[in-house]
């Protein structure tokens, strides 16, 4: 497996509450990601990093913020959290490789948030 | 707008039976496509993926997949099904040059009997 870390695995969290998860990487991948994993929706991209301090929008970035300070991390933040938010959050990695070779994206095994 | 097309919601086969599962893409350039495989409870574990070049691939755990870009489908394919391979399949297109910037579809629920 990708030396990918997710933290938590699960939460459960209250309505308008603050709540950041935390991706950690060890194979020094350039590009960082974060989706969330809903029923008959598959997985959709929220924001994704392509260095430090460098991140960008997804298709689903409303209520989210991602911060990456380090190469190795990536934090998710849900700054009020709603019911709507309750889901499966993955991160994932890729690399621009050498040799203007690319890799493709390895997932983390994710994390359970429940807003209730 | 680009778009990932999983039909089938859910399939059911005989262990030993031949499995295909179908996607079909809406991109405008020429699509980088991956299958993706996930295990209850685990993280998505790729299957194999098209670049460029021959239009059949083949991928891990005896799967294969072939590209027609006439039909934009990348339907994955395997001849003999084993009970472990019971799991939700992913199919996702690419966008831009960094691979995980990927639109999926919405998953097709693979059970086996037995």
């Known amino acids: 497996d990708a030396g990918i870390t997710q933290s938590p695995r699960h939460k459960v969290t209250e309505t308008g509450t603050p709540v950041t998860l935390r991706c950690h990487q060890t194979?020094?991948?350039?590009?960082m990601y974060w989706y969330r994993q809903d029923p008959g929706h598959g997985l959709r991209l929220i924001h994704y990093s392509y260095g430090v301090k460098d991140t960008d929008k997804g298709e689903v970035s409303d209520g989210y913020s991602v911060s990456r300070s380090k190469t190795e991390d990536f934090l998710l933040t849900l700054e009020s959290a709603t019911s709507s938010q309750t889901s499966v959050y993955f991160c994932?990695?890729?690399?621009?490789?050498?040799?203007?070779?690319?890799?493709?994206?390895?997932f983390g095994q994710g994390t359970r948030l429940t807003v209730v | 707008a680009q778009s990932v097309t999983q039909p089938d919601i859910h399939i059911t086969v005989s262990e030993g039976a031949s499995l295909e599962l179908r996607c079909n893409y809406s991109y405008g350039a020429t699509p980088y496509l991956f299958w993706y495989v996930q295990s209850p409870g685990q993280g998505l574990q790729l299957l194999l993926k098209?670049?460029?070049?021959?239009?059949l691939v083949q991928g891990i755990k005896g799967f294969e997949a072939e590209f027609k870009r006439s039909q934009s489908s990348f339907n994955l394919r395997k001849p003999s099904v084993h009970w472990s391979d019971a799991a939700e399949y992913f199919c996702?297109?690419?966008?831009?040059?960094?691979?995980?910037?990927?639109?999926f579809g919405r998953g097709t629920q693979l059970t086996v009997w037995p």
């Open positions: 996702a297109v690419g966008r831009g040059s960094t691979l995980g910037r990927l639109y």
């Open positions: 994932a990695i890729s690399d621009s490789g050498g040799a203007g070779g690319r890799t493709e994206a390895f």
């Open positions: 194979e020094n991948h350039r590009y």
């Open positions: 098209y670049f460029s070049g021959d239009t």
